[in-house]
């Protein structure tokens, strides 16, 4: 599976970005797939996750209630919807594959090459 982020800007606190996930492969409806950041100077980490079928999602506790993740298995598209965002969601955002849905890093075999949010005060 290649996966192709794309979608980061720069917006102001308080703004909405959507993120996309395109991925090639005829087994991408097979894969839970995972939205992770990494902020400058500090480590990667989970922020969001769905099931093969987009049935069941999961999400970092810094983003429940502003953040959506969700797939169209037709398009092998992932994508995560950001609204309220804040100065601390900076970062470069990855979207990955694994074959079970789960929230740990180690456990993505495939990943996105990044794309860049920057949320400005």
């Known amino acids: 599976v290649q996966l192709q982020a794309s979608g980061g800007g720069l917006v102001q606190a308080g703004g909405s970005l959507r993120l996309s996930c395109a991925a090639s492969g005829r087994t991408f409806s097979s894969y839970g797939m995972g939205w992770f950041r990494q902020a400058p100077g500090k480590e990667r980490e989970f922020v969001a996750a769905?099931?093969?079928?987009?049935?069941?999602?999961y999400y970092a506790n810094s983003v429940k209630g502003r953040f959506t993740v969700s797939r169209d298995n037709a398009k092998n598209t992932v994508y995560l919807q950001m609204n309220s965002l804040k100065p601390e969601d900076t970062a470069v955002y990855y979207c990955?594959?694994?074959?079970?849905?789960?929230?740990?890093?180690?456990?993505?075999?495939?990943w996105g090459q990044g794309t860049l949010v920057t949320v400005s005060s």
């Open positions: 990955a594959a694994s074959p079970v849905v789960n929230t740990i890093i180690g456990s993505y075999d495939y």
């Open positions: 769905v099931n093969w079928n987009g049935d069941n999602t």
